[in-house]
Nanobody, 124 residues
Framework: QVQLVESGGGLVQAGGSLRLSCAAS????????VGWFRQAPGKDRELVAA????????HYADSVKGRFTISRDNAKSTVYLQMSSLKPEESAVYYC?????????????????WGQGTQVTVSS
């Protein structure tokens, strides 16, 4: 059974930092591209960042470039999202999504596996 489990969310002040983790089990993790998405109440889910199966290629939403960093540790079957200079409007539930091989599939939100999400709240 494939599971993606996000953790690391919480309450942080504007300008602060958080590191999210997405831990995978039940799949050959180093064959999967992974993306982080977020969804605020009343808004569509949006791509935040994605990383290829090898970790060699990354993609970021324009709004987070220079502030967020996606990385992976295949030995630990985990993808991380380091977030800094957080803004109140970035409060949302953050999800990870995984797709075999194709980073493009993840970026279209079409990966077959989703985590349950972790809440990030940024106070002003």
């Amino acid at each position: 059974q494939v599971q993606l489990v996000e953790s690391g969310g919480g309450l942080v002040q504007a300008g602060g930092s958080l590191r999210l983790s997405c831990a995978a089990s039940g799949l050959t993790f180093n064959n999967y591209a992974v993306g982080w998405f977020r969804q605020a109440p009343g808004k569509d889910r949006e791509l935040v960042a994605a990383i290829s199966w090898s970790g060699d290629t990354t993609h970021y939403a324009d709004s987070v470039k220079g502030r967020f960093t996606i990385s992976r540790d295949n030995a630990k079957s985990t993808v991380y999202l380091q977030m800094s200079s957080l803004k109140p409007e970035e409060s949302a539930v953050y999800y990870c999504n995984a797709a075999p091989v194709s980073m493009a599939t993840v970026m279209r939100m079409e990966g077959p596996y989703w985590g349950q999400g972790t809440q990030v709240t940024v106070s002003s």
